[in-house]
């Protein structure tokens, strides 16, 4: 006699089937967090490589059924995790996701609706189109016809605006800051483009005096990207300057806000993005200031419109008569087929805390960063690259040579004490303190600070 399969997720049957495994979950989430007991495993590399392959065959011949393999392989992966939720794991824009967002993800997980046609999602389309219509109006408010697409992130994102511009103009020269994204290089290269005309960016920030110089020399169209929280140092381009430039040059502006969109929900800090508004297309990524499980990024633009070029059609997913009788077409909503409802967590997010609630996290993140930058300047044994813009601070021992910074770094890398970035700048390499966690405490702020320190003197 056959053996029955193992049961299903989805279906009237599925939260039966999901309730013990959650358990199981949630308990090995715990006991790992509990032996890893810091921002991440010690040993480094090759430590942590013998640990998962401790764990014997990926593929056994016969399997250990799913209460075993839950446990060891969760148990595993939370032991060596880097954890964002840890106050002391602050090395790159990598945000701790909000418990109620995570949850909200396994119900996506569970149902795995693909929206790529409507008859695979009825309800998760209808829920995208209200929560993209609703955030393409908080980046466009006196617009029209606003809207936003749902991305994997900032990459899919940039190199989406670049699609549309060179859509509209068949090439489109790319205007960049030397302080931009890497992943406009690479969407020119990919979309066979010019490669872009990159400005120097020695302050940090695109200054318009140099991209007024380059525009003027510009021949063709283009398209200028400014950045709102750039990677290294979360500095925001002055966006009414260069807006300013791409009107008075016919030049079309877009504007990567993966890192500081958000910021747009905080009444006190929103004047940074004054000028946003006036971009044609603006990147935000949820995943990041918004602290949504990854993916959750989207692609806003100023004008439904610009989104048409992006339809397809395929009989099997969005046939004319289908489209005509009234069932929604999918497939003009992104550049991928099969997708998930990364919509849901952030729906569920979005209801649970309001505008204030997630602008009060944005304002918690900011004091933080401000907090860390006062104990920097208060030390004598550490310099202060600058005050922050947004949660990145770069500091660094003083008159260390950029051998020790990188091996300070490493080293608390290799103890599982601390998880600090790097960044370059003004010549000198510097480590980097990207401040997401609105759980973190002062404590948690001194004891890194006296963990650089004391790797300093070593």
């Known amino acids: 006699m056959r053996a029955a399969p193992p049961p299903l997720a989805g279906g009237a049957p599925g939260a039966d089937a999901l309730r013990p495994l959650l358990d199981t979950v949630l308990d090995a989430l715990r006991t790992g ?23 014997g065959a990926v593929l056994p011949e016969t399997g250990t059924g799913p209460e ?11 032991a060596g995790a880097a954890d964002p939720a840890h106050p002391l794991c602050a090395a790159h824009l990598h945000t ?3 418990a109620l967002a995570a949850a909200a993800d396994l119900a996506a997980s569970a149902l795995n609706p693909s929206m790529d046609s409507w008859d695979q999602a009825p309800a998760a389309s209808a829920l995208e189109a209200l929560v993209t219509a609703a955030l393409a109006a908080e980046v466009y408010p006196r617009a029209p016809r606003p809207d936003a697409l749902v991305t994997t992130g900032g990459t899919e994102s940039n190199q989406l605006a670049l699609l549309l511009a060179r859509e509209r103009h068949g090439s489109v020269r790319t205007v960049v800051g030397a302080n931009a994204h890497h992943s406009f290089h690479r969407a020119a290269w990919l979309l066979g483009l010019p490669a872009p005309v990159t400005v120097p960016t020695p302050r940090g920030t695109l200054e318009p005096a140099a991209l007024a110089e380059v525009l003027t020399e510009e021949r063709g169209p283009a398209l200028v990207v400014a950045t709102a929280g750039t990677t290294d ?12 430039l791409c009107a008075a040059h016919g030049a079309e502006l877009h504007v990567d806000a993966a890192y500081g969109g958000p910021v747009l929900l905080s009444p006190t800090h929103r004047r ?3 000028g946003l508004d006036r971009a044609r297309t603006v990147t935000v990524d949820l995943h990041k200031l918004g602290w949504q499980p990854a993916a959750a990024g989207l692609l806003a633009v100023r004008d439904a419109a610009d989104l048409t070029v992006l339809g397809h059609t395929a009989d099997y997913l969005n046939a004319d008569d289908d489209t005509e009788a009234g069932l929604p077409d999918l497939l003009g909503r992104s550049l991928r087929t099969t997708r998930r409802p990364d919509v849901l967590k952030t729906a569920v997010t979005l209801r649970a805390l309001g505008r204030s609630g997630l ?16 104990l920097v300047e208060k030390s004598p044994d550490l310099d202060l690259r600058a005050r922050p813009t947004l949660t990145t601070v770069l500091f660094r021992p003083a008159g260390a040579t950029d051998d020790t910074i990188a091996a300070i770094r490493r080293t608390l890398l290799a103890e599982g004490r601390a998880v600090l970035g790097r960044a370059d ?9 990207t401040l997401l966690n609105p759980h973190a405490t002062p404590g948690d702020l001194a004891q890194l600070i006296t963990l650089v320190e004391g790797s300093a003197h070593r």
């Open 359 to 374: 602008g009060a996290l944005v304002d918690a993140c900011m004091a933080l960063a401000q907090d860390l930058a006062d």
């Open 272 to 274: 940074l993005l004054d």
């Open 233 to 244: 140092e979360g500095l925001i381009d002055p966006l009414p300057a260069i807006a300013d």
């Open 96 to 98: 701790p996701p909000l």
């Open 425 to 433: 700048a003004d010549g000198r390499l510097w480590l980097k303190a």
């Open 33 to 55: 967090a509990d032996e890893r007991c810091g921002p991440l495993p010690a040993g480094g590399p090759v430590a942590v490589a013998a640990r998962v392959g401790a764990l």
């Open 68 to 78: 075993e393999a839950l446990r060891a392989l969760v148990h595993a992966l939370a």
